[in-house]
């Protein structure tokens, strides 16, 4: 669905590159997530990729089309929903989307099953303007499925929403890509990616580090620490250790040998602390 | 083409439902008749007389060569009439003569050319009776009339580009631009749709100021070629602004910037000798002004009337050219 080879990207074409000799592929019917922090160069790749942003090196493909010529049509099978929601304030709910769907040749779906979808179904007649920034952001991801995309691109698409309706969202996309629509979300929280990424792509300073399935991730990373509480003079101290590191396993014997334990478990490490682990930095 | 027509549609729903863009929308035909109020016009020279229907047939008759004449059942129904607002006078037979009914806040000089008539008939004078060789100036029309009709039509120029400006800055507010920008249409066909409105407010405010002024007889092919030349301006002038504002207020700001060159074209045009025509040839409205008051004298030749039109465009293109990269840019 997508295959992106020797992407780079300088804005000012100054040399300093946002992104940085990009390669991916992107398979029909998958979720792919795209993680970094702030500034890594994920929204750059994704505006390159839907056109909003020049190509300027390498090779794109994005639903079969090559985005260095791109075509109109492209566009009736991409959808995109983005970061900072962007709706028209002075028209209703309503008016957005069945303006916007009009843009479309292809068949689009009804603005009032969307805005139900997303919990909006009571506030189609309100102008956007009115609106609290949940409900437009959520206004935007609703227009981002108006044209029943077959690639869908999610720019943090559940960052600022409260937590019930961030759950909805993710059951949404959850349900979309059963559909068979491919999935392409950008993100800094990992726990979204985790909980829907087939595969994930660490990138930071505009290099990918790794791409790999978040269940490899963990079975690599995460689960060979173990996790104990024990009294040591009095106190309880609370330890991690890898179980195949030679001089945690040793620690680990001689604390057993020495203290007395209250609990011991091994751990899986949550994708944020593999991310830590693999690229020396945070995600905030 | 029908993607044009629904950005068009989507910006005049969302003008109508704003102030200033309303505002901007209806302004043309307010101006007309404003213009009508404060320069009377062609039509608006001759003098209106009412009469009792049937009372004088022959009076009647000899009076609508010089007159528009309205007539009334009785005294009572001339009587109401005349107390109307407009200035219309009533001849009301008394004894074997007439007096002349009045409001009495008619401009004197009708009110004596209301007398003359009525002496004129009296003594039965015909038009032949003159003896005044008749020197032909063409058909004139009041210049103050003109001259209004003229600035309102390059306002409305200005008007259309703030609202093609209106829309931008709205786009750029919203941020709306980038998701336009991932659905079919073209860029090029969104910048025509956007364009739309900035076009159909000169072309349809100049027609309806002609026309409630009543230049009707104009040459319309002619001023045609002015009106789109204007559009032109108008449209680029839009953009300019949309891109350059980041507020409806500040691009306000910027259109009474214009009010300058445009009074200074005019000004220029109408007061200084040909000698210094030249200080204005860089401003557009010079040569639309120049163009439009030519047709409206009724002395306009197809040679000039192409020639500033091409002027207008030929500077209008090179400030485009220059603003390329920039227009791009700021629609990003
Ligand atoms: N329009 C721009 N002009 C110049 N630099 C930019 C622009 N947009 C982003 N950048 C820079 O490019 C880098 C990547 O930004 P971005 O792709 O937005 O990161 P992310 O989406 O991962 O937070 C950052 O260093 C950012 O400062
Ligand atoms: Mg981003």
């Known amino acids: 669905m997508i295959k992106v080879k020797g992407l780079n990207h300088s804005y000012k074409k100054d040399g300093k590159y946002a992104v940085n000799n990009v390669n991916f592929e992107v398979a029909e019917g998958e979720i792919f997530g795209f993680l970094g922090p702030s500034g890594a160069g994920k929204s750059t790749t994704q505006n390159i990729m839907t056109g909003l942003l020049q190509l300027q090196e390498g090779e794109v493909t994005v639903a079969g089309y090559d985005v260095k010529h791109i075509k109109n049509e492209m566009f009736n099978q991409i959808g995109m929903s983005f970061e900072q929601s962007n709706v028209y304030s002075k028209m209703t709910a309503k008016e957005n989307l069945d303006f916007y769907r009009k843009l479309f040749d292809v068949e689009t779906r009804e603005p009032q099953d969307l805005l139900d979808l997303v919990g909006l179904g009571d506030k189609g007649n309100i102008r956007a303007g009115e609106f609290s920034k949940g409900m437009k952001h959520r206004l935007t991801f609703a227009r981002s499925?108006?044209?029943?995309?077959?690639?869908?691109?999610?720019?943090?698409?559940?960052?600022?929403?409260?937590?019930?309706?961030?759950?909805?969202?993710?059951?949404?996309?959850?349900?979309?890509?059963?559909?068979?629509?491919?999935?392409?979300?950008?993100?800094?929280?990992?726990?979204?990616?985790?909980?829907?990424?087939?595969?994930?792509?660490?990138?930071?300073?505009?290099?990918?580090?790794?791409?790999?399935?978040?269940?490899?991730?963990?079975?690599?990373?995460?689960?060979?620490?173990?996790?104990?509480?024990y009294i040591k003079d009095g106190d309880v101290v609370k330890e991690s250790f890898s179980t195949i590191k030679t001089e945690d396993k040793n620690q680990l014997k001689d604390i057993i040998d020495k203290y007395e334990i209250q609990t011991m478990h091994t751990k899986e490490a949550t994708l944020e602390e593999i991310f830590i682990k693999v690229t020396g930095r945070g995600l905030k | 083409m029908k993607k044009m027509l629904i950005i068009f549609m989507r910006d005049v729903k969302v003008n109508k439902r704003d102030f200033i863009s309303l505002?901007?929308?209806?302004?043309?035909?307010?101006?007309?008749?404003?213009?009508?109020l404060i320069a009377p016009g062609v039509n608006d020279t001759t003098i209106n007389i009412a009469l009792i229907e049937g009372e004088n047939i022959e009076m009647q008759e000899y009076l609508k060569d010089f007159a528009k004449i309205s007539v009334y059942k009785d005294k009572a129904e001339l009587e109401e009439r005349v107390?109307?607002?407009?200035?219309?006078?009533?001849?009301?037979?008394?004894?074997?003569?007439?007096?002349?009914?009045?409001?009495?806040?008619?401009?004197?000089?009708?009110?004596?050319?209301?007398?003359?008539?009525?002496?004129?008939?009296?003594?039965?004078v015909q038009i032949e009776d003159s003896t005044a060789e008749i020197h032909d100036f063409g058909r004139i029309n009041p210049p103050l009339k003109r001259l209004l009709l003229n600035i309102m039509m390059m306002f409305t120029a200005i008007l259309g580009g703030m609202?093609?400006?209106?829309?931008?800055?709205?786009?750029k507010i919203d941020k709306t631009i980038r998701a336009i920008h991932i659905t079919p249409i073209s860029r090029t066909g969104y910048i025509l749709g956007k364009s739309i409105i900035g076009a159909i407010l000169p072309l349809y405010g100049s027609i309806g100021l002609l026309l409630i002024t009543g230049f009707s007889d104009i040459n319309w092919y002619q001023m045609m070629v002015l009106i789109v030349v204007s559009m032109v301006v108008s449209i680029l002038f839009g953009f300019i602004q949309g891109i350059n504002n980041t507020s409806v207020m500040d691009a306000a700001g910027s259109v009474k910037m214009l009010f300058l060159p445009l009074g200074g074209a005019v000004a220029v045009a109408e007061l200084l000798s040909d000698k210094w025509q030249w200080i204005v040839y860089w401003i557009p409205f010079y040569w639309t002004y120049k163009g439009v008051d030519e047709i409206l004298t009724y002395q306009s030749s197809w040679q000039n009337t192409l020639i500033y039109g091409g002027i207008v465009v030929g500077i209008s293109?090179?400030?485009?050219?220059?603003?390329?990269?920039?227009?791009?840019?700021g629609l990003e």
């Open chain 1, 145 to 229: 499925m108006i044209n029943n995309p077959t690639l869908w691109f999610l720019d943090e698409p559940t960052t600022g929403l409260d937590p019930s309706i961030a759950a909805d969202i993710k059951d949404i996309i959850r349900r979309e890509n059963k559909k068979g629509v491919t999935v392409f979300l950008t993100t800094h929280n990992m726990y979204i990616a985790d909980e829907l990424c087939d595969r994930v792509a660490f990138i930071v300073d505009g290099d990918i580090k790794l791409i790999d399935s978040p269940k490899n991730l963990k079975l690599q990373y995460g689960e060979q620490l173990v996790e104990v509480e």
């Open chain 2, 23 to 36: 505002y901007i929308l209806i302004v043309p035909i307010i101006f007309g008749i404003v213009i009508n």
């Open chain 2, 83 to 124: 107390a109307r607002r407009d200035e219309v006078f009533a001849y009301v037979p008394d004894g074997d003569g007439y007096y002349i009914l009045q409001q009495g806040d008619e401009l004197e000089g009708l009110l004596d050319y209301a007398k003359m008539m009525l002496a004129f008939y009296e003594d039965d």
């Open chain 2, 163 to 171: 609202l093609i400006a209106i829309n931008i800055i709205e786009e």
């Open chain 2, 317 to 329: 293109a090179v400030v485009y050219i220059l603003l390329i990269p920039k227009i791009r840019k």
